[in-house]
């Protein structure tokens, strides 16, 4: 199961937090901790090899209405207008901003490529404070309205959480070290790039946080992660210090969080930063097309590092774009400023 929040915030809060904070912290821990455990000892679905549907927006938004009961019951489906619930219809618009970029921008037909609906389910438990992606569907909780807001508020988490289904599809990559690091980063560069498209951002005018908005006025920080500079998004008392490297000198090696896969992927995604901003223009144009077709690569396997993945973008950019254009170049310098060397 894949989860916006890392568990080491969680934990920070069970230690630093007030009493109140610490029993939902600890809530929290024991629920995500179950939930991993029921998606590992689920059986892996196998693909129907069908004929793909016409590619169109399937959207259904679900209310769990507080209990940990999924999907829970249907309360705005493809084509319906707004429902006034802000989660809801946040969820219902972040949906379909990640199906446009997908499918306009890189002609995918959805998160598995053949036209999955999506789905999501909002008021998840009581103050849940975790988004995920359980294999199936989106899960959103309220947040506790104390630490952190509802869990829709960010257009990013939507694109990051669903991106978790398309690295599942294509690449694989295992949700541990190295590799667990890049299946985040790439969830964070497509949640990014979601929210840089809906916004009409260039590179230059995108402010690069993940989750920014999702903090009450009571966090010192601006949001989960930043990408342009990891290890900056916040330094708070309870929540404690923003813990990702921003350089390979700095990788942390760890058996928490699943070998560090929430904290080095500050690496790589300080790396596909220097590519969109020395690249230029709308980030989801050149620097993620490269990004899409490397997950997409044979050469990506679920065992991939960073330097297989770093080579394989440099690949694809002299492939997409040409020896003569320039963003190979700059796809090599920017892992070069990471400290990892082509």
């Given at each position: 199961m894949n989860c916006i929040l890392p568990p080491y915030i969680a934990r920070s809060i069970a230690q630093n937090g007030s009493a109140a904070q610490?029993?939902?912290?600890?809530?929290?821990?024991?629920?995500?901790?179950?939930?991993?455990?029921?998606?590992?000892?689920?059986?892996?679905?196998?693909?129907?090899?069908?004929?793909?549907?016409?590619?169109?927006?399937?959207?259904?938004?679900?209310?769990?209405?507080?209990?940990?009961?999924?999907?829970?019951?249907?309360?705005?489906?493809?084509?319906?207008?707004?429902?006034?619930?802000?989660?809801?219809?946040?969820?219902?618009?972040?949906?379909?901003?990640?199906?446009?970029?997908?499918?306009?921008?890189?002609?995918?037909?959805?998160i598995d490529d053949e036209g999955l609906g999506l789905d999501a389910t909002v008021h998840f438990g009581r103050a849940y404070d975790n988004a995920f992606w359980n294999g199936r569907q989106m899960v959103f909780g309220d947040g506790d309205d104390d630490l952190f807001r509802r869990f829709t508020i960010a257009i990013d988490i939507i694109g990051h959480e669903l991106t978790h289904g398309v690295t599942e599809d294509e690449a694989g990559l295992r949700y541990f070290m190295q590799p667990g690091a890049l299946n985040e980063s790439v969830s964070d560069v497509f949640g990014s790039l979601v929210k840089?498209?809906?916004?009409?951002?260039?590179?230059?005018q995108a402010d690069w946080l993940i989750g920014a908005g999702l903090f009450t006025p009571k966090v010192s920080g601006t949001a989960l992660r930043s990408m342009k500079a990891p290890g900056t998004a916040y330094d708070d008392p309870v929540l404690g210090k923003d813990p990702q490297p921003d350089h390979w000198s700095r990788y942390v090696r760890t058996l928490e969080d699943n070998g560090g896969v929430h904290i080095?992927?500050?690496?790589?995604?300080?790396?596909?930063y220097f590519v969109a901003a020395g690249i230029g223009g709308y980030a989801w144009e050149k620097a993620g097309r490269i990004w899409y077709e490397t997950l997409r690569d044979p050469?990506?396997?679920?065992?991939?590092?960073?330097?297989?993945?770093?080579?394989?973008?440099a690949a694809n950019a002299l492939r997409l774009y040409g020896p003569t254009s320039g963003e190979e170049q700059v796809v090599r310098e920017a892992w070069g400023q990471v400290g990892i060397d082509l």
């Open positions: 610490r029993e939902r912290a600890l809530r929290l821990l024991s629920v995500d901790g179950t939930l991993r455990a029921l998606r590992a000892a689920a059986p892996r679905r196998v693909p129907m090899v069908l004929a793909a549907p016409e590619a169109e927006r399937r959207r259904t938004v679900y209310t769990a209405k507080n209990t940990q009961t999924l999907p829970g019951t249907v309360v705005r489906s493809e084509g319906e207008g707004p429902t006034g619930d802000p989660a809801v219809d946040e969820a219902y618009d972040g949906l379909g901003a990640t199906w446009d970029l997908y499918w306009e921008a890189y002609a995918r037909n959805s840089q498209r809906t916004l009409d951002q260039t590179a230059d080095n992927s500050g690496i790589p995604n300080k790396a596909f050469e990506v396997r679920a065992s991939s590092g960073f330097k297989t993945f770093a080579r394989r973008t």
